[in-house]
């Protein structure tokens, strides 16, 4: 097996998004648009979508630290509008994108066209995350967007095996649709709640960290392959099992959230970023089967289908949002612009390209697909049409509509706060402890508890103070830059005395390893 277009789109993908990172535009765009320039330019090779890799290998660990960085509390407060697109927005627009498809396109039978409707209908985690992380939508809307995209998947792929069974003549009914629904999403939701306590375990009783991270990296796969075994849905076992082991991660050994969250980190850069370059490579694989068709007549397909997947949402999201609070008088009423960004921040990604990929040319009784082909053209349209056009517009529309973003400084208070209360009670409690004996410390070690408990109670409430009139620095600004630079001092220090052979390599690397985690320390309060 060549390796060498994978290590291609890897290398490539990362060079482009850490590029990208460096601009205002959202990462996944710079992406697609590298992919469907490299598509064509010579000596590429072919990237043809592999639904058996994308599913079971690239879907679940991307799922699963989108639903690590949810919000349980959140999700749960906001269960009905979270339900109503992930479920209801999805069937709703599998229906109308199909009736519309039928009706405009000669030929095409309905169940074909239902299947093009449910592979274009869920919004993609992906897109929902990166976008929101880069623009700073409000929170709710954030929390709603990616409950939206942690579920639908379910439903989508559902409504799809129950549309291609139809379509390929086997015998599907809408009871028998609506059973399979259920059995899916009631065993998915199953076998989550059964995997999620066992793992939880586990990782609270392992103390390995190296081990732990093993176990973390296999958890996705583990619990959508545990229940698509048992023809349930693996998206929603994926879901649970994240949802539950991020409510509760406070609960794990310190070295391993620190390790974790770094291969996690590196994990979803790499996988991102393959995926949205990996969709702009897919220009050149779809329109290879469009030989049956007009250039002009396809693309007015295309511009079709976009429109009808970006109109459907503001129908339904309007009434979705308001309709509901008309029986509870006491819940207010979001403001219009809310549901507007709601309904325009649809971008669709690699699922729905995954998915379409897996439609077969023909089924086991030798019953084609009609317009396969076409089906592909029109879901890859879809999404570059939804990523670039939304997610361009996205950003100046928010500013525009003059959208509130996160509260930084409430926010901030908050956490003073939080830090404030957390650090009165440490203090109590290191008290007690010091009043035992056997605990007794002598006075400078004492007062080293003492002052990082002060100082991590001050640090928050010092960035809401005033700045230093030469710099601009807060003074916990400040004290970080000192921080790093005396660390730095002592780093050349301990190189030259390795270079005069008067300590050992040895000895250089847990000399290093010590300043290492406290410059880590300074860097994540900086990053926070």
Same mark, same amino acid.
């Given at each position: 097996?060549?390796?060498?277009?994978?290590?291609?789109?890897?290398?490539?993908?990362?060079?482009?998004?850490?590029?990208?990172?460096?601009?205002?535009?959202?990462?996944?765009?710079?992406?697609?648009?590298?992919?469907?320039?490299?598509?064509?330019?010579?000596?590429?090779?072919?990237?043809?979508?592999?639904? =058996?890799?994308?599913?079971?290998?690239?879907?679940?660990?991307?799922?699963?630290?989108?639903?690590?960085?949810?919000?349980?509390?959140?999700?749960?407060?906001?269960?009905?509008?979270?339900?109503?697109?992930?479920?209801?927005?999805?069937?709703?627009?599998?229906?109308?994108?199909?009736?519309?498809?039928?009706?405009?396109?000669?030929?095409? +039978?309905?169940?074909?066209?239902?299947?093009?409707?449910?592979?274009?209908? +869920?919004?993609?985690?992906?897109?929902?995350?990166?976008?929101?992380? @880069?623009?700073?939508?409000?929170?709710?809307?954030?929390?709603?967007?990616?409950?939206?995209?942690?579920?639908?998947?379910?439903?989508?792929?559902?409504?799809?095996?129950?549309?291609?069974?139809?379509?390929?003549?086997?015998?599907?009914?809408?009871?028998?649709?609506?059973?399979?629904?259920?059995?899916?999403?009631?065993?998915?939701?199953?076998?989550?709640?059964?995997?999620?306590?066992?793992?939880?375990?586990?990782?609270? @009783?392992?103390?390995?960290?190296?081990?732990?991270?093993?176990? %973390?990296?296999?958890?996705?796969?583990?619990?959508?392959?545990?229940?698509?075994?048992?023809?349930?849905?693996?998206?929603?076992?994926?879901?649970?099992?994240?949802?539950?082991?991020?409510?509760?991660?406070?609960?794990?050994?310190?070295?391993? &959230?620190?390790?974790?969250?770094?291969?996690?980190?590196?994990?979803?850069?790499?996988?991102?970023? %393959?995926?949205?370059?990996?969709?702009?490579?897919?220009?050149?694989?779809?329109?290879?089967?469009?030989?049956?068709?007009?250039?002009?007549?396809?693309?007015?397909?295309?511009?079709?289908?976009?429109?009808?997947?970006?109109?459907?949402?503001?129908?339904?999201?309007?009434?979705?949002?308001?309709?509901?609070?008309?029986?509870? +008088? %006491?819940? %207010? @009423?979001?403001?219009?612009?809310?549901?507007?960004?709601?309904?325009?921040?649809?971008?669709?990604?690699?699922?729905?390209?995954?998915?379409?990929?897996?439609?077969?040319?023909?089924?086991?009784?030798?019953?084609?697909?009609?317009?396969?082909?076409?089906?592909?053209?029109?879901?890859?349209?879809?999404?570059?049409?939804?990523?670039?056009?939304?997610?361009?517009?996205?950003?100046?529309?928010?500013? @525009?509509?003059?959208?509130?973003?996160?509260?930084?400084?409430?926010?901030?208070?908050? #956490?003073?706060?939080?830090?404030? #209360?957390?650090?009165?009670?440490?203090?109590?409690?290191?008290?007690?402890?010091?009043? =035992?004996?056997?605990?007794?410390?002598?006075?400078?070690?004492?007062?080293?508890?003492?002052?990082?408990?002060?100082?991590?109670?001050?640090?928050?409430?010092?960035?809401?103070?005033?700045?230093?009139?030469?710099?601009?620095?807060?003074?916990?600004?400040?004290? &970080?830059?000192?921080?790093?630079?005396?660390?730095?001092?002592?780093? #050349?220090?301990?190189? &030259?005395?390795?270079?005069?052979?008067?300590?050992?390599?040895?000895?250089?690397?847990?000399?290093?390893?010590?300043?290492?985690?406290?410059?880590?320390?300074?860097?994540?309060?900086?990053?926070?």
């Amino acid at each position: 097996m060549d390796a060498f277009p994978l290590l291609l789109l890897v290398a490539g993908s990362a060079a482009v998004a850490g590029l990208a990172r460096r601009t205002p535009v959202p990462v996944p765009l710079p992406l697609v648009a590298a992919g469907l320039i490299a598509s064509y330019v010579p000596g590429v090779p072919d990237y043809a979508l592999d639904p =058996d890799v994308v599913l079971p290998l690239v879907l679940p660990p991307l799922l699963h630290l989108a639903a690590l960085d949810s919000s349980y509390l959140g999700l749960r407060a906001n269960i009905r509008p979270v339900a109503l697109l992930s479920v209801g927005y999805v069937l709703f627009a599998t229906a109308v994108v199909g009736w519309i498809v039928h009706l405009v396109v000669p030929g095409i +039978p309905l169940t074909a066209a239902l299947v093009l409707g449910a592979v274009v209908a +869920p919004p993609d985690a992906v897109a929902a995350t990166a976008v929101a992380r @880069r623009i700073g939508l409000p929170t709710r809307i954030t929390t709603i967007l990616k409950g939206e995209s942690l579920f639908n998947d379910a439903t989508a792929i559902t409504a799809f095996k129950v549309a291609l069974a139809a379509a390929v003549g086997e015998g599907a009914t809408w009871a028998g649709g609506l059973t399979e629904f259920a059995v899916a999403a009631v065993g998915g939701v199953g076998v989550g709640l059964l995997l999620m306590g066992p793992l939880h375990w586990l990782r609270t @009783r392992l103390r390995e960290p190296l081990l732990l991270n093993t176990l %973390s990296l296999l958890i996705p796969f583990v619990a959508y392959a545990a229940a698509e075994k048992v023809h349930a849905s693996g998206v929603l076992a994926v879901v649970v099992v994240a949802l539950y082991l991020g409510h509760r991660s406070w609960q794990v050994d310190f070295a391993t &959230r620190l390790q974790e969250a770094a291969v996690w980190k590196m994990v979803a850069f790499i996988l991102e970023s %393959s995926v949205f370059a990996l969709i702009g490579l897919q220009l050149r694989v779809v329109l290879r089967g469009l030989d049956d068709y007009e250039p002009g007549e396809a693309a007015v397909y295309a511009v079709v289908v976009l429109a009808a997947v970006i109109v459907s949402r503001f129908v339904w999201v309007y009434p979705a949002t308001y309709l509901p609070i008309l029986r509870s +008088p %006491s819940e %207010s @009423r979001p403001p219009w612009r809310y549901p507007f960004v709601l309904s325009w921040a649809g971008m669709r990604g690699v699922v729905s390209l995954a998915v379409a990929f897996s439609i077969p040319v023909a089924a086991h009784g030798g019953e084609r697909f009609p317009d396969r082909d076409l089906v592909l053209f029109l879901t890859f349209t879809t999404v570059i049409g939804t990523l670039l056009l939304q997610g361009l517009t996205l950003p100046p529309l928010i500013r @525009r509509l003059g959208l509130p973003g996160r509260d930084v400084h409430q926010e901030t208070l908050v #956490e003073a706060e939080a830090q404030n #209360e957390a650090s009165v009670a440490a203090e109590r409690r290191l008290d007690e402890l010091l009043a =035992d004996p056997r605990n007794a410390l002598p006075a400078p070690l004492e007062n080293r508890l003492r002052t990082t408990l002060e100082r991590r109670r001050h640090a928050v409430w010092e960035r809401l103070g005033g700045v230093n009139e030469v710099t601009g620095e807060s003074a916990d600004d400040t004290y &970080r830059r000192l921080t790093r630079e005396v660390i730095a001092t002592e780093r #050349e220090v301990f190189v &030259r005395l390795r270079d005069q052979g008067r300590i050992d390599d040895e000895m250089l690397r847990t000399l290093l390893h010590k300043l290492d985690l406290e410059e880590a320390a300074v860097y994540r309060e900086e990053a926070e």
